[in-house]
Nanobody, 123 residues
Framework: VQLQASGGGVVQAGGSLRLSCEASGRTFSMYGAGWFRQAPGKEREFVAT????????SYAASVKGRFTISRDNAKNTVFLQMNSLKPEDTAVYYCATGPTSAAVTDEYSYLYWGQGTLVTVSS
């Protein structure tokens, strides 16, 4: 499975962005998927995850209520809708998937990773 993340950019605080992560391969709908982010000088951290069938989602406390993860298995794509963005949301955002169908928060449980897309939130 190969993942291609897109949708990053520069936005003012309070604004919105929608990230997309398109996967190759027919097995994508079998896998849970997650979004992680890494800010400059910090370790990568969990943002959101969704199960393979899209019925279960989980969020980091810092983004809950502002971000929404979703997926369209017909298009092999997982999304991250980010609203009410804050400067502290500035980071490179990575998508990940496989090898289970569960919604997993642990980055070490993921097998496939995208290349990352940069989100910059200005104050």
């Amino acid at each position: 499975v190969q993942l291609q993340a897109s949708g990053g950019g520069v936005v003012q605080a309070g604004g919105s962005l929608r990230l997309s992560c398109e996967a190759s391969g027919r097995t994508f709908s079998m896998y849970g998927a997650g979004w992680f982010r890494q800010a400059p000088g910090k370790e990568r951290e969990f943002v959101a995850t969704i199960s393979g069938n899209g019925r279960i989602a989980s969020y980091a406390a810092s983004v809950k209520g502002r971000f929404t993860i979703s997926r369209d298995n017909a298009k092999n794509t997982v999304f991250l809708q980010m609203n009410s963005l804050k400067p502290e949301d500035t980071a490179v955002y990575y998508c990940a998937t496989g090898p289970t169908s569960a919604a997993v928060t642990d980055e070490y449980s993921y097998l496939y990773w995208g290349q990352g897309t940069l989100v910059t939130v200005s104050s």
